[in-house]
């Protein structure tokens, strides 16, 4: 997530609204099921009270959604789409600025104050265009092939599972569709010393193992190809209370640069991935 808590299995009323360098593509086509942490299904519904109230992430985490949001425009360019759906949409803030008067967008959470952020975020004269709606992504209702944009970034982290997430996704975008998505890959050593910190600090927090090349081979079983690539490392622990959103921001745009030249690589475990059918 910036959603990082979203698409998780439980239990939540539906409230709608109408208003690549070197990295290596897949070779096989025969990825079934994701290896995932032990009970995530469990220690998922722990994750959702935590964003209920998100200005926590909002603004502590003000930088990454920067720095994604751009990476997201990077991706995309001038590209035109017609059907927009933002999976664990947060405030919007990768979504919104590519809403236009001739386009619809529909914003998915389940956190209910997080959709109240993206509803105040939306443009005015443009409420008319954006379906809200408040669910789980894998227990909402929608049309198969219907969009031709779908991003879903921060949110397989927290899933019960990861391929049927992907497959799903597949199966809701057109023919010639992009997908912008993302994952902290858990090979990488950072991402495994992270793991046991935040298991020692908070024991029910769950974190999903998900490594960057199996969503690699889950994207490409369901029909779809890397286009982009974009890898980068969060700001290390405690960083936080010494640098503003901006500088920290600007810290990770000089350490990893851009979709154009993506630098320091063997430091990233975060991925961000633009898919196309």
């Excluded at 967008?105 to 389940?110: A, C, G, K, P, S």
Aim: hydrophobic content about 40%.
């Amino acid at each position: 997530m910036i959603r990082s808590h979203q698409g998780i299995s439980s239990r939540t009323a539906r409230v709608e609204t109408t208003h690549l360098d070197h990295f290596e593509q897949p070779k096989e086509h025969t990825v079934h099921q994701l290896p995932y942490a032990n009970k995530i299904e469990t220690e998922a519904q722990g994750v959702r009270p935590l964003f209920q109230t998100p200005d926590w992430f909002l603004k502590g985490k003000r930088y990454n959604i920067r720095l994604r949001s751009e990476i997201v425009r990077e991706f995309l360019g001038d590209g035109q789409f017609n059907s927009i759906l933002d999976i664990g949409c947060g405030d919007g803030s990768l979504s919104l600025p590519l809403l236009t008067q001739s386009n619809r967008l529909t914003l998915l959470d389940i956190s209910i104050g997080m959709l109240d952020a993206a509803r105040a975020n939306i443009p005015s004269g443009l409420a008319a265009n954006v379906r809200i709606i408040n669910d789980d992504f894998m227990q909402t209702q929608l049309e198969p092939r219907s969009y031709d944009l779908i991003i879903c970034v921060g949110v397989l982290a927290y899933v019960k599972s990861p391929d049927a997430t992907i497959a799903k996704i597949a199966s809701l975008l057109k023919p010639g569709g992009s997908v912008i998505t993302e994952n902290t890959n858990s090979a990488h050593p950072l991402t495994m010393l992270y793991t046991r910190l935040a298991r020692a600090l908070k024991p029910n927090y769950p974190i999903s193992r998900v490594r960057s090349k199996d969503v690699l081979a889950a994207y490409s079983h369901h029909g779809l190809r890397l286009s982009g690539l974009f890898r980068y490392s969060l700001a290390q622990p405690g960083i936080a209370h010494v640098l503003s959103q901006d500088r920290l921001y600007r810290l990770l745009r000089l350490i990893h640069g851009n979709t154009k030249k993506n630098r320091n690589i063997w430091l990233a475990n975060e991925f961000l991935y633009h898919f196309k059918r």
